[in-house]
Every structure is written in structure tokens, then in C-alpha cells.
């Protein structure tokens, strides 16, 4: 592998956060700005365990799966809580279903249960995403009462599947929430219902994290997001103070402490080599 995909931006490439691309500020380029950094570190989870997983040894498969297990249900909670209020915020906003075609692809239309030949193209997609990451914790489940029996081609192969649809739908969303800035229904700048509006949303980015586990999404979360990406930009966000986000890494990732070697950040937010490649 070239030295400039060492770290974890292959196989998906990091996505530019639109703050950084277009030094905007306004509240929609902040709000897929924000979503743009869980989708990375969503990114840098997939990214770590796709490189790692030809690398572990038996004596660490344990720990690899719980990893990886919990990559799958900081996912599976993320695309709920979007379900559940982010998307609704914004539709109950503008008074349209601007995540039409995103509540399908998350599987929450029932439209999906109908046959191949009637689906639309963005039925293909949540059967591309789904079939794939239901594959995957299905997996990891059946490997887990013999982490042994655990196989990197077997578990990459699932991956290979998910990846592309995955990378495509997750920077679709960033896209998508920045465009709201030119919605005929957009708050004004700096009104009462602009303020309102960011309350609400900042309210759900924050249970979004916390309510999945505070001992392994959060955690994981917080290991796969370099503080130093986009020169600093996003340095502290979220904005947990500093004694706050020691505990949270530091106290709370104590329960599975063992998982957290593969991580792509150490505890201070920096990026650093991934564990498995080293023990090769």
C-alpha cells in the first residue's frame, strides 16, 4: 500500500467537511459539517478495520470483533437517530420530504419489502447497504463465541460489498443538508427561528452520540476523530469540555479497553499507526 493511504483514508476517501470547502458559516453549511465529521469517523472505522483485519492474531481476535461490532452498532444507531429526528426536523421545517429518497435508503419505507423487478433505484441502494451490513453483524456474532474461527477474506469480501454504496449515500447526506442553505423555507440569518432551529438540531447531534452507549459508540466515536483533520478546523467539536472528554475516553473507555487499541486516534484526538499493521 502507498504511503499516502497509510493511515485510514482507504478504501473510502475522507469526505471534505463544506466548512472547509467553501468557508462558509451559515447554519446549514455548519450542520453538514458537523454530520460530515461522524460520517469520517465512520469512515476512519471502516477504514481501520478493512486494514487490520489481515493483521490480527489469534490472541487479539477477541477484542478485533468487539471493535468491529461496535463500528456495526454506532452505524445501525446513527441511521436511527436520523430517522427519528434529524430528518424529521428539517421536513417538519420545510414542510416537504426533502429525505424522501434517504428514508428509503436507510430501509424505513415500507417499499421494501416489495419485489426485485418493482424496486426503484434507491431500493437497489438499501439492499446494497443493508444486505451487506446485516451480513456483517451476522458475521461477527457467529464468530464471536470462537474468535478463532474469525477470517479477514471472509470479512472483507462483506466489506467490498458495503463500501461503495455505503461511501456514496453518506456523502450524499452532507451534500444534501448544504443545499438547505438556498431552500425557499430556510430561517432567515440570525432570526429567532434560526436560532430555534439550531437549538433543535444541536440537541439531537448531541443524544445521537450519547444515547447509543456512552462505553462503546461514544467511545469509538471519539477515538476515530482527528482533532487535527482539515488543519485544526474541528479541533473542539464537539464542544465537550476538556475534563469531560478525558472521562469519556479515558474512564469510560475502561469497559473495553481491549477494543480500543485498533483505533485510528489515540486519546487525544491524534491520529496515529494503526495496531494490527504494526504487529505484521
Known sequence: MAAATSWTDYPLKLVPTPRYDTKKTDMWTEGASHMCNVHNAL????NSIYQQAPHVVDADKAAFIGYCQTWVKFLHSHTEHEEKGMFVIAEELFQEKVFADMHEAHGQNSMCRIRR?????NLFLTEAILGPLNDFEAYLAST???PSDFSAP????ILDALRTPFESHFNEEVARIASFATHARAPAADSDEERETV???EKWGQNSLMEPGVTDVLVFFLLNMDREHEEGLWR?????PA???WAMVNVAGQWHRSWWKFASCDAAGKRRALYARGQA
Open 236 to 240: 473542539d467539536w464537539p464542544p465537550i
Open 117 to 121: 423487478s418493482n424496486v426503484s433505484a
Open 154 to 157: 471472509r470479512a472483507i469480501a
Open 43 to 46: 469512515f476512519r472505522g471502516f
Open 199 to 201: 437549538a433543535k438540531f
Open 144 to 146: 464471536a463465541a470462537k
Open 243 to 245: 475534563p469531560v472528554r
